[in-house]
């Protein structure tokens, strides 16, 4: 297959649990709702992709492979699924499943920061409070942790949607919140990581698609940017659109339009099982090849980060053997793409 064996940049990822875990707990890690389950596609990966890589059977039942994975230990089990994911480098977001340095210890190759800006924001919020208009010390913080990163991200469509108002003013006065969701803050913050982003040469990541029961799917839609997109071509910001799912499609039309645009499918590949081909087609219809990057969106668990290249692996091989076989592409064509997709257009887009 023509994608085994390629280096993977993932280019947005997070941390791992550094605990062993039962079954209510690793099921909770395994879906976005507040319940997974291993009766799922996800939960029929885990078993017949993951469990080969534990020295257990392919299919295993869960009970079988719960108790390997415990008897070989958190550390154990870790290290082996993310060796085994062929990634090269790792773009970790810290602000969600634990530091670089965490990581590092436990990943091959090069772990590189992704600063999260709601964080810092609040971090900055934290330490000096909401009274003292604290907007030029989360600038000088965000500054000073952009410096070290390789990128940006912002949960904004958690927080108030993705229809945020656009301004580069702070508000007059800041609600006392830990956890920030006033859309007047939020849309001077998104407004600040661009230009920051735009002058330091580093994306800026949006959280777009489906995400866990605090998100409002409707609120998600990535062409609700389409004004923030317009306002930042030709600004030198590369903005990437994470996840995507069911907006996929959305997200490609929007690539296509806008060249400062790019997509990943994130952890809807080791979520649709083996319907990863048919997304990735989906999302190739308008994307132009540039624009599409790869990235796991592991968290929690280090059979997501495995999930995700695996199963993208063999999902763009399936579709590629496809377009082969029907004379759409040469060969040549297909391995360019496969290398473009798998860290080329990172490399392209991200500092090293």
Avoid at 121 to 131: C, W
Wanted: aromatic residues 8%; proline residues 5%.
């Amino acid at each position: 297959m023509l994608t085994d064996g390629v280096g993977l940049t993932d280019h947005h990822c997070h941390g791992v649990v550094a605990a062993d875990l039962d079954r209510p707990g690793f099921e909770r890690l395994l879906g976005e709702g507040q319940h997974g389950t291993f009766d799922s596609a996800i939960g029929l990966a885990v078993r017949r992709w993951c469990a080969p890589i534990l020295d257990l059977e392919p299919h295993a039942n869960a009970e079988r492979y719960l108790a390997r994975r415990a008897e070989l230990g958190w550390r154990e089990a870790t290290t082996r699924l993310l060796c085994a994911a062929g990634t090269t480098r790792w773009l970790l977001d810290t602000g969600f499943g634990g530091g670089r340095a965490e990581f590092a210890a436990l990943a091959p190759g090069e772990v590189c920061e992704i600063v999260r800006l709601e964080q810092v924001a609040e971090q900055v919020i934290t330490e000096i409070g909401a009274a003292k208009r604290p907007f030029e010390d989360i600038e000088t913080a965000l500054r000073g942790r952009a410096r070290n990163a390789v990128g940006l991200k912002t949960i904004v469509a958690y927080r108030c949607g993705l229809d945020f108002p656009r301004t580069d003013t702070p508000p007059s006065t800041l609600v006392h919140e830990l956890r920030l969701t006033d859309p007047a803050t939020l849309g001077w913050l998104v407004g600040l990581g661009a230009r920051i982003g735009a002058e330091l040469g580093l994306p800026l990541q949006f959280h777009t698609g489906f995400g866990d029961t605090d998100l409002r799917l409707q609120s998600a839609d990535p062409l609700l940017l389409a004004d923030f997109l317009h306002a930042t071509a030709g600004t030198g910001l590369s903005v990437m659109l994470l996840h995507c799912w069911p907006f996929h499609r959305n997200a490609a039309y929007l690539a296509h339009a806008f060249n400062h645009v790019h997509l990943d499918l994130g952890l809807t590949i080791p979520y649709v099982g083996q319907r990863a081909d048919a997304v990735l087609a989906e999302a190739l219809e308008l994307a132009p090849f540039r624009a599409l990057l790869y990235s796991s969106d592991g968290c929690g668990l280090p059979e997501l980060h495995y999930l995700g290249a695996l199963l993208w692996r063999l999902g763009l091989g399936r579709l590629l053997d496809e377009w082969i076989a029907d004379d759409a592409i040469t060969l040549a064509d297909a391995e360019r793409l496969v290398t473009a997709i798998a860290s080329g257009n990172a490399a392209r887009t991200y500092p090293e």
